[in-house]
């Protein structure tokens, strides 16, 4: 059974930076890209961030390039998400997904429940 | 990286067919095969329906159809069934080689 585990949410500071941590089990870690996918109170949901199997293609949303960091550790069957100069915009609830595709940045087949994040001062 | 268009709201009585329509561009939706839709019931995870425009993952119900003519693709729901209310999301790749979901619309069975 794949299971997908977020970690690493709370509260925050406008600012500041905090790291989402996805564990991933019940499938071939390295054999799949991951992605970050985000949904703020009451609205709907925003790709993130996404990563290929072996890091070599990466993508984020114009909201997040810059300040948000995606990788991955397949010797841990692990996916992070490096969070920094958070804003009150970014108060979401944060998904871990599993793509169907190795390479290719295609769909997410497979979602964990989510971690939320919430900057406020 | 403009959301996809979808309308808000859809509804429909049991057993009849309801069709949501996801509107893109030729760098998304008109550009690529790789659209997907997303089941939404309140206060769970997202569930994938329909992936590369028309295609059903094991255990998603027929009822279930995508299709694609240019920049829009559609998510049809026929025999609507009380269960079937939820959000529902499209999903495409765009010629950045991001994603972008569309703006959701809520099926609501009457």
């Known amino acids: 059974e794949v299971q997908l585990v977020e970690s690493g949410g709370g509260l925050v500071q406008p600012g500041r930076s905090l790291r989402l941590s996805c564990a991933a089990s019940?499938?071939?870690?390295?054999?799949?890209?991951m992605h970050w996918v985000r949904q703020a109170p009451g609205k709907g949901l925003e790709w993130v961030s996404g990563?290929?199997?072996?890091?070599?293609?990466?993508g984020y949303a114009d909201s997040v390039k810059g300040r948000f960091t995606i990788s991955r550790d397949n010797a841990k069957n692990s996916l992070y998400l490096q969070m920094n100069s958070l804003r009150a915009e970014d108060t979401a609830l944060y998904y871990c997904?599993?793509?169907?595709?190795?390479?290719?940045?295609?769909?997410?087949?497979?979602w964990g429940q989510g971690t939320l994040v919430t900057v406020s001062s | 990286q403009s959301a996809l268009t979808q309308p808000a709201s859809v509804s429909g009585s049991p057993g009849q067919s309801i069709t949501i329509s996801c509107t893109g561009t030729?760098?998304?939706?008109?550009?690529?095969?790789?659209v997907s839709w997303y089941q939404q019931h309140p206060g769970k995870a997202p569930k994938l329906m329909i992936y590369?425009?028309?295609n059903r993952p094991s255990g998603v119900s027929n009822r279930f159809s995508g299709s694609k003519s240019g920049n829009t693709a559609s998510l049809t729901i026929s025999g609507l069934q009380a269960e079937d209310e939820a959000d529902y999301y499209c999903?495409?790749?765009?010629?950045?080689?991001?994603?972008?979901f569309g703006t959701g619309t809520k099926v609501t069975v009457l």
């Open positions: 997904a599993k793509d169907r595709h190795y390479g290719d940045l295609t769909s997410f087949d497979y």
């Open positions: 019940g499938f071939t870690f390295d054999d799949y890209a």
């Open positions: 990563i290929s199997w072996n890091s070599g293609s990466i």
């Open positions: 030729s760098s998304d939706v008109g550009g690529y095969n790789y």
């Open positions: 590369d425009v028309s």
């Open positions: 999903s495409s790749y765009t010629s950045s080689s991001t994603l972008v």
